[in-house]
Structure formats: C-alpha cells, structure tokens
T-cell receptor, first 114, second 112 residues
C-alpha cells in the first residue's frame, strides 16, 4: 500500500513551457486534491475532485487544469509556466465518509520556473 | 481573507517541556479542526483532530483544545521530544468530505 505517490519530485521549467504533475493513490479514495505551498505560507487549494469525471476549482486555480478519468489518478497540468508558479505542489486524497475529513498527502513536487 | 491563522511562525522549546501551538479562525461554521505535522521534503501527515462539538481531544502526548467562543484552538505536546521538531499546520473543514483551509504553519524546534 503505497498511499499517495507523486512524480516528478523536482522539476525546472522555462517560462512558457508546459508540464503535467502526476498523482496516484491506491487507497480507493473518492476525493482528491491539489495544493501548492509557497515559502512561509500554508497550503492553498488549487483544484479538487469528488470522484472520477468530477472536478472543481479551489482557491488558486488560475494557470492550472486537472482531469479525473479514474479513481486512482488526478494529474495537474500547467500549460504556460510562469515564475509565480514556482512552488511545492502536494496531492492529497481522502475517504468521503471520513468524519474529520482527514486527508493523506503525497511527498510533493518542487517546481521552479525560470 | 485568512480564515485560519497561526500567528507564531516559530517556537523553540526545551526537551521534556510542554509545547503549545496556537491557531485562530474566523468562520464559526467550521465543523472539524485538524493538526498536521510536516518534516522537510515530505508531505504533511495527520496528527490529531477535534470536532466542533468537543472542547478537548487527547492522543498520547498530543492534546488539542478548542475554545469556540474565542474561535481559538491549541495543540499541546507533553513532553516535547527532539523528534517533534517540524512545521505544524492547523486546518479547518466546513463539512464532511469538504475542503481543508490551512493556517500558515508554526515551526517547532525542540532542543535536547
């Protein structure tokens, strides 16, 4: 049981390039989330999904896109990378019946846009 | 508008003493509060939670207190250990299966 896995761990992009951050969970969780964490700040929600085929915007969705074709996978797409997207990205998942909404996090992807 | 705030960016405590981490919130509709612990280069891991209908929850060395009238919660770690050194995030949720709103985090350093 690997939990939530993210690839890659690190990436450097040039301005205007695009990339997809991968996220997979093997806990059969319905809910999945993408967060970004900037230095000295808390985690901010980018997008989330309550099940395959259903996604919705979080607090900071601009510049990103997501899809959810399976329960296990929730990739995050950056189309035109900008320096403001330099951050650490965390994927998380949770069980829809968890009363306290405990979320399980992946190890993160550190992205630098130059 | 920051709905969940941790006003202390850092805290230093001697090993064996009590660590108290604080968190304030503005939305009285939050129904669950959670504490996460984060080591460098790792994702946050769940530590302890409390429902809005309770005022205290305890799990080993960790106790969370909730004061709804003050919209304030705190995490007590007793006794503190060097392995507790990490960044601690307070988070709040609005409904079951709902989104989490995180505070900025407090970096705890426990010195031997």
């Amino acid at each position: 049981n690997a939990g939530v896995t993210q690839t890659p761990k690190f990436r450097i992009l040039k301005i205007g390039q695009s990339m997809t951050l991968q996220c997979t969970q093997d806990m059969n969780h319905n809910y999945m989330y993408w967060y970004r964490q900037d230095p000295g700040m808390g985690l901010k929600l980018i997008y989330y999904s309550v099940g395959a085929g259903i996604t919705d915007k979080g607090e900071v969705p601009n510049g990103y896109n997501v899809s959810r074709s399976t329960t296990e996978d929730f990739p995050l797409r950056l189309e035109l990378a900008a320096p403001s997207q330099t951050s650490v990205y965390f994927c998380a998942s949770s069980y829809f019946l968890a009363a306290n909404n405990e979320q399980f996090f992946g190890p993160g992807t550190r992205l630098t846009v130059l | 508008d920051q709905q969940v705030k941790q006003n202390s960016p850092s805290l230093s405590v001697q090993e064996g003493r009590i660590s108290i981490l604080n968190c304030d919130y503005t939305n009285s509709m939050f129904d669950y509060f959670l504490w996460y612990k984060k080591y460098p280069a790792e994702g946050p891991t769940f530590l302890i939670s409390i429902s809005s209908i309770k005022d205290k929850n305890e799990d080993g060395r960790f106790t969370v207190f909730l004061n709804k009238s003050a919209k304030h919660l705190s995490l007590h770690i007793v006794p503190s250990q060097p392995g507790d050194s990490a960044v601690y995030f307070c988070a709040a949720s609005l409904n079951q299966g709902g989104k989490l709103i995180f505070g900025q985090g407090t970096e705890l350093s426990v010195k031997p």
